[in-house]
């Protein structure tokens, strides 16, 4: 039973409260002309799904829904594919119940 | 923006940093505590469950006063198959006892309550913190810490590191390696609520009572996983956790196998109607003994799941936290007790008192787990609870086969699926590694 196309993570995400700092993303993709499959796999394994493919076939983030799982730093940033970071103080994701 | 000096730098307020900074403080010591999120709690995320024994160890009274949700008085474990779960369930009315064992809770309320009795103890809790880098003196040694206010460069005799599972600053200073795709796994949660009066229905519970599912088998597609639920008092903790490296190498989505659980059969119904309110992930250290890393040295000590201290085979990691902290706490307060530096040398008493306790122990005893678990994850995740459920409705299902035809076809499905050496295998090596 295959039931990924029928969820949708923006849901999820919209329960969430957030502190985005807006300009000063805390992780960033590094430029590339063709992804590596660690940057190709966080497509699929980060939770927020805020690894999307543009039209040029480049892996972008967009770290607005963010919940600071630490999983892309796992498996992209020994590659040196990704730089991660926490966000500033106060910033980013604040639990409610956690 | 602060010009003093102090005994002690706690970085992180999670279970790990607010007992280390709750002991020290008790202990007399300057404490300052530093913590990322805006309030202490925001960041942190668990299932979750607090074990009273440990929890008495800091604050023998925090029954009466910290935010805790249900009792436990019954435990699930569900092996699962697409259709099916075989459960084995432990309920007991010894758990309606004065001082409860067990209770389930939610972090971000609970540490709060935390947090406000480390100051009440004397220690200054800074949040909206978050360290970027560990200062080192010219001999190497840790002095203190950098951290993204203006002019953020605090000095003290020791820093703790509580800084969690994703801990930047000791893996950027060289202390510790960054953890690997096999030894985290990622865990998805929700919270679902519903009216208190139906959990109680659902769960058969009344009053404070509370139950707790832990579910293996098919619902993780043959990767290392766990799915819980856990009962709250006005909500339902439901959330699912594999291996990094799983994730990574099958291409499966987190949320894709959180709702997958969800729909479950045996889910769906205990979550009908809820109002889902938050959604969050984390990671679980799950390497075990064998990736605890380097816990002391020159003007430093690191403690909780920044140090992999978690049981995964008993789902415990909040009480080997705050353990760790409490004792890393102890050992510190006892170096300046004798006046004497906070070198690797004397920070030796750490690891020496964290030996003798439950956490090391309990971790050695099962050293060998992981590795089993993950390099037999298709046997143990998917093929076993697949025919261990076959098994069973062959057993209950009433059809005019003979006994005696039904127990050969199931003996013959265990063997035809996993070999006579196989099952053998099997059995042996879980055995010794569970020894």
């Known amino acids: 039973m295959n039931v990924e196309p029928s969820v949708r993570v923006e849901d999820k995400l919209y329960y969430n409260r957030y502190l985005v700092d807006v300009g000063r993303p805390h992780v960033t993709v590094r430029a590339h002309t063709t992804p590596s499959p660690q940057l190709l796999a966080l497509l699929k394994a980060c939770p927020a799904r805020c690894y999307e493919l543009n039209d040029n076939g480049q892996v972008e983030i967009t770290v607005d829904g963010c919940i600071e799982c630490g999983t892309c730093r796992v498996i992209a940033e020994p590659t040196g594919d990704i730089k991660w970071s926490h966000p500033r103080g106060g910033y980013g994701v604040l639990f409610k119940f956690g | 923006m602060i010009e003093e000096r102090f005994d002690a730098i706690v970085v992180g307020a999670g279970m790990a940093g607010n007992a280390a900074a709750l002991t020290m403080a008790k202990h007399g010591m300057n404490v300052l505590q530093l913590e990322r999120g805006e309030y202490s709690g925001s960041k942190n995320v668990q299932g979750a469950i607090l074990y009273a024994d440990m929890m008495e160890k800091l604050i023998p009274e925090f029954r009466e006063e910290a935010p805790l949700e249900r009792h436990l008085v019954e435990q699930r474990f569900w092996m699962m198959d697409d259709r ?14 004065e001082r409860p064992n067990r209770y389930t809770i939610i972090r971000a309320q609970f540490d709060k309550w935390f947090s406000s009795k480390v100051r009440e103890a004397g220690a200054t809790v800074l949040c909206e913190t ?27 005799d020791v820093v703790v590191l509580a800084e969690g599972v994703n801990g930047l600053l000791g893996t950027r200073a060289g202390l510790r390696p960054r953890p690997t795709p096999d030894n985290v796994a990622l865990a998805v949660k929700e919270m679902h609520f519903l009216p208190r ?24 597609r043959g990767m290392t996983g766990m799915g819980f639920i856990y009962a709250n008092k006005e909500c339902i903790s439901l959330g699912i956790g594999c291996l990094v490296a799983d994730f990574q190498r099958t291409g499966q989505t987190p949320y894709g196998m959180l709702d997958h659980f969800k729909q479950h059969p045996s889910v769906a119904p205990l979550i009908a109607g809820s109002e889902v309110k938050e959604y969050a992930a984390h990671l679980i250290p799950e390497g075990g003994y064998k990736a605890i890393p380097q816990l002391y040295g020159d003007g430093w000590v690191v403690v909780g799941d920044a140090a992999q201290l978690n049981n995964a085979i008993h789902r415990e990691g909040s009480n080997l936290a705050m353990t760790s902290g409490r004792i890393a706490a102890e050992a510190i307060a006892q170096v300046k007790s004798r006046r004497e530096p906070m ?14 306790s439950f956490v090391i122990k309990d971790l050695k005893k099962y050293k060998d787990m992981p590795t089993l678990m993950h390099t037999h994850s298709q046997n143990f995740f998917l093929t076993y609870p697949q025919l261990i459920s076959k098994a069973l409705q062959n057993f209950v299902r009433v059809d ?6 039904k127990e050969k076809a199931t003996l013959k499905s265990f063997v035809k ?13 879980f055995a010794r590694a569970w020894r």
Do not use: Q
């Open chain 2, 130 to 156: 978050t360290v970027t880098e560990l200062v080192r003196d010219h001999h190497e040694r840790i002095v203190g810490v950098r951290t993204d206010r203006r002019d953020g460069e605090i000095h003290a």
């Open chain 2, 197 to 220: 009066e139906t959990i109680e229905a659902r769960f058969n519970l009344k009053g404070d009572e509370g139950v707790v599912i832990e579910a293996a088998g098919t619902i993780s």
């Open chain 2, 400 to 405: 005019g086969t003979p006994k005696v035809e």
């Open chain 2, 343 to 356: 070198t690797a040398k004397n920070l030796l008493l750490y690891k020496e008192m964290l030996d003798e």
């Open chain 2, 84 to 97: 099916s779960h075989v459960g084995m369930h432990y309920r007991s009315d010894d758990f309606n006892e």
């Open chain 2, 417 to 429: 699926a996993r070999s006579w050496t196989g099952l053998f295998g099997d059995a042996c090596r």
